[in-house]
Structure formats: C-alpha cells, structure tokens
Nanobody, 121 residues
C-alpha cells in the first residue's frame, strides 16, 4: 500500500489543523492505521491509531483530548484532527499502515512520506 499524507502547515498556538492520509489500495480497509511524528533531534513517536473498522482508537497521553483520528474506508483515507495545537506539537507527521501491533510500535509498518506541522508561539 502507498500512503500520501497532506494537510500540514504553519499555525499559531491554540489553532487547528486536519491532516489526511490517502491510501492507494482497495485493501486499505483491512489495515489498522496510525500517525507518528518526529520532531527535530528526536526519535519518531506514536501519536494515535485506529483499527481497520474505525471502532477502536489509541491515543498518546501527550495529545489526548486534543487530537482525534478517524477513517473513511470508502475514500481509502484517514484523518487526524488536531486542536489546541502547542509549539511542542511541531514535527513531521507520518501516517502508517499495518497490523494492530505495528501501528502502535512503528515496527513493520508501511510509511507515508510525512507532512510538516509547525506551531508558532
């Protein structure tokens, strides 16, 4: 599966952005999906994941209550709604596809190309 992320940009603290990740395959609906991020000088970290059906989500404590993941299997797309953005959310955001464990750990996933999110204070 090929993944194309979009929607990043520059936003002021407290603002919102919605990221999208479109998949190339009709088998998209069989994958669990997730978002990771990597800030300059830091390791890539898990942000949020959603099960293939959309019924189960997992969110990192650092973004809980502010970020929401969703998916539209008819459009082969997942979304990351980011509200209440903080300067520490600045990073390149990557979408990922895989099984349940893979999208929680980042191991064995297929990665999208990343989209830059910059939050100014």
């Amino acid at each position: 599966v090929q993944l194309q992320a979009s929607g990043g940009g520059l936003v002021q603290a407290g603002g919102s952005l919605r990221l999208s990740c479109a998949a190339s395959e009709r088998t998209f609906s069989s994958y669990d999906m997730g978002w990771f991020r990597q800030a300059p000088g830091k390791e890539r970290e898990f942000v949020v994941a959603v099960s293939w059906s959309g019924s189960i989500t997992k969110t990192a404590d650092s973004v809980k209550g502010r970020f929401v993941i969703s998916r539209d299997n008819a459009k082969n797309t997942i979304y990351l709604q980011m509200n209440g953005l903080k300067p520490e959310d600045t990073a390149v955001y990557y979408c990922a596809a895989g099984n349940r464990r893979a999208v929680l750990t980042g191991q064995g996933v297929k990665w999208g190309q990343g989209t830059q999110v910059t939050v100014s204070s």
